[in-house]
């Protein structure tokens, strides 16, 4: 069907150009060409794969706020006697390299966060999007895993130390809070990204990301919901480059 260009789609790779009322050329434009033009033409939203890896890399510290203190335990239902109720994790920030482009989801690939100690274990998964994750109840007691969380709403419900609950496909970034119906005190995140480069910092807030496409970049620490400080950068091949947060 031509447009008001006088393009006429015969396939992905092929397009007429027409001459007036004319005959019509069949011109056979490269792949590449093919998509950008129907990319133009028609606003077709492209989902590409993850660039490959090259050689560069980033490093460096980022520097966490305090956290506020964590609520204290107070379970809907009494704790088991001897059950100890393990501290939060440290703070931790998510630096993480925004891809240019929107990625094709991470299928296939898996991770955990489990309930070990009457906590979240991990409190904070980043993760990238399309990742399954797993919920383990590690305790000698019930728990419960539930989100109102805009990206993923769900209730795996209550279920014993024996009990595999459903494992979740988390395919819309954004941040997904985490409660237990029964242990009020519970807390946990799962950020979903839309990139495979990232990493959770250690409990000193330092960080490395290996394996970094070259070009120029927007590397991000993520804090909190209303934290994200940001760094552009120029990565070369088989350099490291340094950059610290704030």
Known sequence: MANARGWTTRSSDEREIGRGTGA???????????????????????VFPAPARGAAA?????TLPERPPPPAPNPR??????????????????VFLESPVRLASA???????AQHHY???PDLLPIERGTIVAFPNLDDEYHSVFSYSKPKRFDLGRYRK???PAELVFDQVGLVRLYCEIHDHMR?????LDTPYFQKTAGDGRYRLDGLPTGH??????IDEATVWEHAVDLVDGQTLRVDFP
Do not use: N
């Not at 946990?188 to 979903?192: A, P, T, W, Y």
């Open 107 to 113: 299928k296939g690939q898996t991770a955990e966060i």
């Open 162 to 164: 024996d009990e595999l």
């Open 188 to 192: 946990g995140q799962i950020l979903v």
């Open 119 to 121: 906590q979240f274990a």
């Open 217 to 222: 970049h927007v590397l991000k620490a993520w």
């Open 77 to 94: 239902y009494q704790v088991k006697t001897g059950a100890v109720i393990g501290p939060p994790d440290p703070p931790a920030a998510v």
């Open 58 to 62: 980033v490093e460096g510290t980022v």
């Open 24 to 46: 019509m050329e069949h011109r056979s434009l490269p792949a590449p060409v093919a998509r950008l033009c129907a990319l133009t033409l028609f606003g077709t939203l492209a």
